[in-house]
Nanobody, 121 residues
Framework: QVQLVESGGGLVQPGGSLRLSCAAS????????MGWYRQFPGKQRELVAT???????NYVDSVKGRFTISGDNAKNTVYLQMSSLNPEETAVYYC???????????????WGQGTRVTVSS
C-alpha cells in the first residue's frame, strides 16, 4: 500500500558529494517524519537524519555540517545531500517514513529497499 523508492546511490570518491532521493507513494494519510538510515556491513541500521513536514531536522553527530536533509511535502519526497564523504561511510542507505495510511490506524514505519553508497578512490 505504501512504497518508498530511493535513488541516487553509487560510487563517489573520498571527499566527494552525493545526493539521495526518496519518494513515498500509495495510501498516505499523514506523514510524521521521513529520513535516512544507513547500515554498515555486519552492523545494525543507524539513524542518519530525519525531517518533519514542518522542517524540523535531526542528524547523527557524525554527519552534522556535512549532510543536509530536505523535503518536498507536496511530493512526499525527502532528499539527503551528502558532502565530504569518507570511505568509512560506505553503506546501504535506507529511506524511512513514519506515517499513517488513514485517520484510524496509528503511525507505522515504512522502509525503502536501500541504495548502496560506496566511497572509494
Amino acid at each position: 500500500q505504501v512504497q518508498l523508492v530511493e535513488s541516487g546511490g553509487g560510487l563517489v570518491q573520498p571527499g566527494g558529494s552525493l545526493r539521495l532521493s526518496c519518494a513515498a507513494s500509495g495510501s498516505i494519510f499523514s506523514i510524521n517524519r521521513m529520513g535516512w538510515y544507513r547500515q554498515f556491513p555486519g552492523k545494525q541500521r543507524e539513524l542518519v537524519a530525519t525531517i518533519t513536514p514542518g522542517g524540523s531536522t535531526n542528524y547523527v553527530d557524525s554527519v552534522k555540517g556535512r549532510f543536509t536533509i530536505s523535503g518536498d511535502n507536496a511530493k512526499n519526497t525527502v532528499y539527503l545531500q551528502m558532502s565530504s564523504l569518507n570511505p568509512e561511510e560506505t553503506a546501504v542507505y535506507y529511506c524511512y517514513a513514519l506515517l499513517k495510511i488513514n485517520s484510524v490506524r496509528p503511525f507505522n514505519a515504512y522502509w525503502g529497499q536501500g541504495t548502496r553508497v560506496t566511497v572509494s578512490s
